[in-house]
């Protein structure tokens, strides 16, 4: 432990480490999968590649709402879900009402990632839906270990988590806000968890995070962000993969004041305002450059579904009579996917022969 005095903190807001730990022991596939994106990030952030994207990507969402009929504020209103994705909306373009609060010496460094959301307008079988899956479950609360999302275990099944971002909305237990499935993991469990009153800015979402920045903070590592501390336990040994974030040496709570300074670096300290902080909503407004472009790497690469999913892209009124929905742009869909995947079972392989030859994993 550093001196610091930033310790992992009691409860964990985030379960997305949880996971991810739980995977990379469990899974070589994932192991695999990991060193691929981390291989392609790396060649963002160094610039030796670039994002090729220029119009704004717009990802269709469906909230799960899995819902206790004995507790009935679980069963959170149309309106609490539009006022979450109002603000994811805002947060992932730079176009939140309060980053002008960003200290000066770090403005030039926020990013608009460029990405939007809508509930999905179609559903997996090409028939018009609100993007809104209400489910009773006899559970009385949910943890990390993804039972939420598994009719089999009270939760509400996925939509393909290639063309839809999951976000199941639930009671959850030990302090946990939500938590997130880093891109390369299975696709069953695939998406974002949060807490129901840590979702949206109205109904049962309760101060301090009220703010909807819980599923800002979750559907970033959902892009392949990790948190700005860097899960070093305080100790400044590890960072976040993004180069203009600074060192920082645990996780900031609360509404902090400017500039704290952590792992000697002063003077502006830690960039305790961004979204991968666990900060209270109203402290938290910032994703960075340097985030934008790992989030582009994911989104290019295992994520790449995505620029060409069907929820959004296909309105009912842009469909010809008699066509079947769900055939638009089907071919170029499994082409992009077919290479995708001809492409990442190819690097698993060459992982995994790294692995057994020697190679340390990390
Ligand atoms: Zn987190």
Same mark, same amino acid.
């Given at each position: ?17 949880? /996971?991810?730990?739980?995977? &990379? ?5 994932? %192991?695999?999968? %990991? ?78 990632? %460029? ?213 638009? $742009?089907?071919?170029?869909?499994? &082409?992009?996917?077919?290479? %995708? ?14 692995? /057994?030859? $020697?190679?340390?994993?990390?």
């Amino acid at each position: 432990m550093s001196d610091y005095g930033s310790p992992q903190p009691a409860r964990d807001l985030c379960g997305t480490m949880l /996971v991810h730990r739980k995977l &990379l022991n469990e899974s070589m596939t994932y %192991r695999a999968r %990991r060193t691929t994106i981390e291989n392609r990030a790396l060649q963002y952030e160094q610039g030796r590649r670039d994002s090729t994207r220029t119009d704004v990507a717009t990802l269709p969402v469906v909230v799960h709402v899995v819902h206790n009929p004995n507790a009935p504020e679980q069963n959170i209103c149309d309106e609490q879900i539009h006022s979450q994705i109002t603000v994811i909306n805002q947060d992932f373009r730079a176009a939140n009402p309060d980053v002008g609060k960003v200290p000066e010496v770090w403005k030039a460094l926020v990013a608009d990632p %460029r990405i939007e959301f809508q509930l999905a307008t179609r559903d997996p079988n090409g028939e018009p839906t609100n993007g809104i899956v209400r489910v009773e479950t006899d559970k009385r609360s949910f943890t990390w270990d993804d039972a939420v999302k598994a009719s089999a275990a009270g939760g509400s099944d996925p939509w393909p988590s290639d063309q839809y971002l999951n976000m199941w909305v639930c009671q959850l237990g030990g302090g946990l806000l939500g938590y997130a499935q880093f891109p390369g993991g299975p696709p069953q469990t695939d998406g974002v968890v949060i807490l129901h009153s840590a979702f949206g800015t109205m109904g049962t979402a309760a101060p301090p995070f009220d703010g909807g920045r819980t599923a800002t903070h979750e559907i970033g590592h959902w892009l392949d962000l990790y948190h700005i501390w860097g899960d070093d336990d305080g100790a400044c040994t590890s960072d976040d993969k993004v180069a203009d974030t600074p060192n920082q040496a645990g996780d900031n709570t609360g509404v902090p004041t400017f500039p704290r300074i952590t792992c000697d670096n002063g003077p502006n300290g830690d960039m305790f305002m961004n979204y991968m902080d666990y900060t209270d909503d109203v402290a938290m407004f910032m994703f960075t450059k340097g985030q934008a472009k790992r989030m582009n790497a994911c989104l290019e690469g295992a994520r790449a579904s995505f620029l060409v999913a069907q929820g959004v892209r296909a309105p009912a009124a842009a469909v010809p009579a008699g066509a079947h929905p769900a055939h638009n $742009g089907e071919v170029e869909r499994l &082409l992009h996917d077919s290479e %995708r995947l001809t492409t990442e079972i190819l690097n698993d392989i060459r992982s995994a022969l790294g692995l /057994v030859t $020697g190679r340390s994993a990390g």
